[in-house]
């Protein structure tokens, strides 16, 4: 499974690796990363974990209930 190391850089298999704006969106970078299966796992769990803290921080479902 990929790892977010101390520094916040992704590690897919061992590699870490920063992401930031590219011209060329499919960089050898990027494409090294994509192609890891552990890539999708580290993607979904990304996901969940900013979907837990929006709902925790944001109280998105008590500001939903107050809107009706």
């Avoid at 929006?54 to 939903?64: C, S, T, W």
């Amino acid at each position: 499974m990929a790892k977010m190391g101390s520094s916040g850089r992704l590690s897919a298999s061992g590699v870490f690796a920063t992401f930031h704006f590219q011209k060329d969106p499919f960089s050898p970078k990027i494409l090294g990363f994509l192609t890891t299966p552990e890539s999708e796992v580290w993607v979904k769990d990304f996901d969940r974990a900013f979907k837990r803290l929006f709902e925790r921080e944001l109280k998105i479902e008590e500001v939903l209930g107050k809107l009706g």
